[in-house]
């Protein structure tokens, strides 16, 4: 049974020695780019490998792009392969936040066509809970060729985001904190608010208070309450830089909502253009 969503702690440890299976670590820290590698190596899941936010599941950065663009895909797919991920493996990612980061690595493996991948539920804090092992030894990795097989549906561009916003036809979704949504504060990017139109969905609202994600059956109230009677299809999700918001579509696919797509560029991007409009408050 591939896993699709995601995979609990003993889950995922009833496999770790399956030879398909490959764990990447993808621990990271906005305000300390590399903290993520350092906690990997202080210990980690046995046999993960680490994937990091800036070098691996990102572009570089321009004067017109948001902080973290979409990394080129061939590129991506050598990095995966260097790692033991071929096009049969069953990939599970992790983070300590409970798949902020991780849900980007989701997001991108389905991007390029390839649906067996899984977040650990809950993250690194789920497994110490269960008393599950740790290691701090590099694994021994037999590399794979990855053939992407891009579905390039699933992401949209600054011109269809302005689009969205003349015309109020689709569902703009922000993953950010409530406080960033609003412009109260902004830690990160230079400009404060967020797009016209769009609505607030912190990404920390499909958890439950363990850090885990809700039932279905409580995502999929959360989500019809933002969407009424519309669809995945016609959802754009959002935050700061494209990586958050990819939580909240591991949430919308939970609950059955397929075809959203992810604004990969974000507000990060979006305010780059003096001409874009931009709201603050509710």
């Known amino acids: 049974m591939a896993f699709t969503t995601v995979i609990s702690a003993e889950e995922l440890s009833a496999h770790i020695d399956s030879p398909d299976w490959v764990v990447v670590d993808c621990r990271f820290t906005l305000t300390d780019p590399g903290a993520g590698k350092r906690n990997y190596d202080e210990n980690h899941i046995p046999g993960a490998r680490y994937m990091h936010l800036d070098d ?3 572009a570089p950065v321009t004067e017109k792009t948001g902080r973290h663009p979409l990394p080129d895909p061939d590129t991506l797919a050598t990095k995966l392969g260097e790692l033991g991920i071929g096009n049969n493996t069953q990939v599970v990612a992790y983070d300590d936040t409970f798949g902020a980061m991780a849900s980007r690595l989701w997001w991108l493996l389905r991007w390029m066509g390839h649906d067996e991948v899984a977040l650990l539920d809950g993250g690194l804090p789920a497994w ?34 302005q689009a969205i916003v003349a015309k109020r036809k689709k569902i703009i979704i922000d993953a950010r904190a409530e406080e960033r949504f609003t412009g109260e504060v ?24 363990d850090g885990t994600f809700m039932s279905r059956e409580e995502i999929v109230d959360l989500y019809h309450d933002f969407l009424g009677d519309k669809s995945g299809n016609d959802v754009v999700m959002m935050c700061g830089s494209g990586v958050t918001a990819c939580h909240n579509l591991v949430a919308m696919e939970i609950a059955g909502l397929k075809g959203a797509k992810l604004y990969a560029g974000s507000w990060s991007e979006w305010i780059t253009n003096p001409d874009n409009p931009v709201e603050t408050g509710e």
């Open 128 to 161: 110490v809970r269960k008393k599950l092992p740790l290691s701090t030894e590099t694994p021994a990795i037999e590399k794979k060729t990855f053939v992407p097989s891009m579905r390039d549906d699933m992401v949209v561009d600054m011109p269809a985001v």
């Open 56 to 58: 691996d599941l990102a």
């Open 186 to 209: 902004e830690p990160l990017d230079k400009v404060a608010g967020h797009i016209p139109g769009a609505l607030n969905l912190p990404y920390e609202d499909n958890l439950d208070l």
